[in-house]
């Protein structure tokens, strides 16, 4: 079981940055590769980065490269998603999955692969 409970969200503006963190528990944290997804209203719900266990690979959503970094501390137990120059279509909420299956250096981007999910934390950018 692995239990993760994501922070950081909030209202800021076009521009600003904002950073998540993801805590995670129950089983050890560098035996898993985590992700990061989000749903704007109305929409389906979509990849925005992972992470290997390693940490040493990462993926990331077209639509954020070079504007978001993730990253992981293996003794805090904690994921991160940095978000810089966020923009108005970056409003939505913020979850972070666990894949227990990946392997050290795999990042996965299907999120149908993840096995368990954090209950979000809600971004909303301005104009």
């Known amino acids: 079981q692995v239990q993760l409970v994501e922070s950081g969200g909030g209202l800021v503006q076009a521009g600003d940055s904002l950073r998540l963190s993801c805590a995670a528990s129950g089983r050890t944290f560098s035996t898993y590769s985590m992700g990061w997804f989000r749903q704007a209203p109305g929409k389906e719900r979509e990849f925005v980065a992972s992470?290997?266990?390693?940490?040493?690979?990462?993926a990331y959503a077209d639509s954020v490269k070079g504007r978001f970094t993730i990253s992981r501390d293996n003794v805090k137990n904690t994921a991160y998603l940095q978000m810089n120059s966020l923009k108005p279509e970056d409003t939505g909420k913020y979850f972070c999955?666990?894949?227990?299956?990946?392997?050290?250096?795999?990042?996965?981007?299907?999120?149908?692969?993840?096995?368990?999910w954090g209950q979000g934390t809600q971004v909303t950018v301005s104009s």
């Open positions: 992470i290997s266990r390693s940490g040493g690979n990462t």
């Open positions: 999955a666990a894949d227990l299956t990946a392997g050290y250096y795999y990042t996965e981007v299907r999120q149908q692969q993840y096995d368990y």
